[in-house]
């Protein structure tokens, strides 16, 4: 028997040894990767993966990995699309719900909701109780603000909030409840709309600037960037943050350099009117997506500034609003699907790899299509959705939040599936 050398093996049939990387794959375990790949993804089940891209796979059959792969995307969406599996949920709240924040810890979901009066609760799950979580109110930010974020840091195991009104931020320890801390920023930082918890740094954006703190445990001194308009929404990539304002206007700042902004894409308004920018968020590695308050979703490619200026990426049809700053949106975390909530109360769904919208069937029964998150109509607009993947019988799930009240729509699952 020849001997065992690290990054090679022994060929028998050509007596020697080869490196390991030209070995090639026996003829079974293609087969059964052929067959892995083919074979439909069952929704019903918790989570949701594609198959990974090696490069040894792309080289040796890249037109039907790449096959396998759409296929997989377009079956999922069939799935979502077919949702009829919900479950409603009422808050012990003294106002509406303004922000949304679900994570899993420690296996268990742990909710974050921030109410139009400047409180925030926290809601865990409770198997000794008839209801199936317990909420209790935590604090309040300040009477009569509405919490404008709720991010949660889980390397860090920190939750913070921020809310409108004189510019404020708290946050806790997960871990250990009583360690709490706010802070009261100078009296030139009010408005706090938007905010990114990125590690132990803080991005706020705020009335006519932005405030960055580099450390929230330490920095009481925090760097201020001047806007020429108020912030609504803030995305950040590494050292690039990304602020979309009152004024329709997108600009990029870099937390390296000075503190001149560029502003991007501004072009497109030379023909149309202007348009507050409610929701950025940056997607794979050089796309940009936009939600404007006038019901313009698109996404730009960030590679090409000055062309694609006027000539989107994707544009996500059917998204319908005027005038409401306070609607919802949400990306999964693989960054395969977008949910947005309209002015008319109905929540809508997009593939973001190809921008088609997910249409439950017109067979659907009326009972289901009651349950169906794209055939719904909710009471009151939605002002913080959420897609949520869990452990256990939860799967995938859509969160949906109005009034005092939430809604789990179990994405892919059905009540009474035939």
Known sequence: MPATLPGLYWDETRN???????????KEEISNQKTQLAEPRNIVTPGYHYVPLHSSSLRLRQPEYTRALRDSHQNICYHFAQ???????????????TALNIHSVHEQLLHLVGDDQGWVYTGRESPQSTERFAWSSDFNMSP??????LPICLTLNL????CLGQGKIYYRDIGFPERTITINLSNGVNDIRAADLHGDEVVLGCKTKLVYLPDINATRSPRHLKM???VFSISRRHYSIYAGCRNGSIERFDLRESSHSQILFDSRFDQQPRSSVLHLKCLRDNELLVCHQNGELVS???????SNAKNPLQTFEGHVNSYLPTLGLAIDSYQNFLFAAGQDRRVRGWSLRNGIQLYPSPTLARAEASTNPFSTVFPSPVTALQMVESHGSD??????????DLSQFHLGQQDHPS
């Open 16 to 26: 020697r040894y080869f490196p390991l990387s030209s070995k090639p794959k026996v």
């Open 83 to 97: 949702t009829s599996k919900k479950e409603d949920f009422h808050l012990p709240a003294f106002g509406n719900v």
């Open 144 to 149: 009569s603000s509405p919490v404008s974020y």
């Open 159 to 162: 939750r913070s909030a921020t």
């Open 228 to 230: 020429k308009s108020d």
């Open 300 to 306: 730009f490619d960030l590679r090409f500034l000055a």
């Open 395 to 404: 799967g995938i799930s859509l969160w949906a939040a109005y009034d005092r």
